[in-house]
């Protein structure tokens, strides 16, 4: 066990192997020795975010992209509802100026 690493202990159950304790034990001991080394609190959350980013960059950019054409269909909902709505704002006031145009 390296010098940064935390002891986990021996696992007996799976209990104890999902308990808090073990699980952030072994996340620790699962961060490269660059990450859990680091000598201030700023190095090391600059390292633990260099380390996320090349573990994660396809999947951050995936969810991205997702977070993006979602919106742009709520966009494109929002218009098309919004055009309807106005198209039918339209068709009424087109519809009681014949009747009123017809009624005089």
């Known amino acids: 066990m390296s010098v940064c690493q935390l002891a986990t202990g021996l696992l007996a159950m799976q209990t104890i ?5 073990v699980t952030v034990a072994q996340a620790w001991n699962s961060l490269p020795t660059n990450v859990t080394a680091s ?3 700023p190095s ?21 992209v ?11 909902l929002i218009s098309t509802f919004y055009y309807y709505y106005k198209q039918t704002i339209l068709q009424q006031q087109y519809r009681a100026m014949i009747s009123d145009d017809l009624g005089t």
Do not use: G, H, M
């Not at 192997?17 to 304790?21: A, T």
């Not at 090391?44 to 991205?64: A, V």
């Not at 977070?67 to 966009?75: D, F, I, M």
């Open 17 to 21: 192997d999902r308990s808090f304790r």
């Open 66 to 76: 997702f977070v993006y054409r979602v919106l742009e269909a709520y966009a494109t």
């Open 39 to 41: 000598t201030s609190l």
């Open 44 to 64: 090391f959350k600059r390292q633990l975010k260099t380390f996320f980013y090349q573990i994660f960059p396809i999947t951050l950019n995936c969810i991205l």
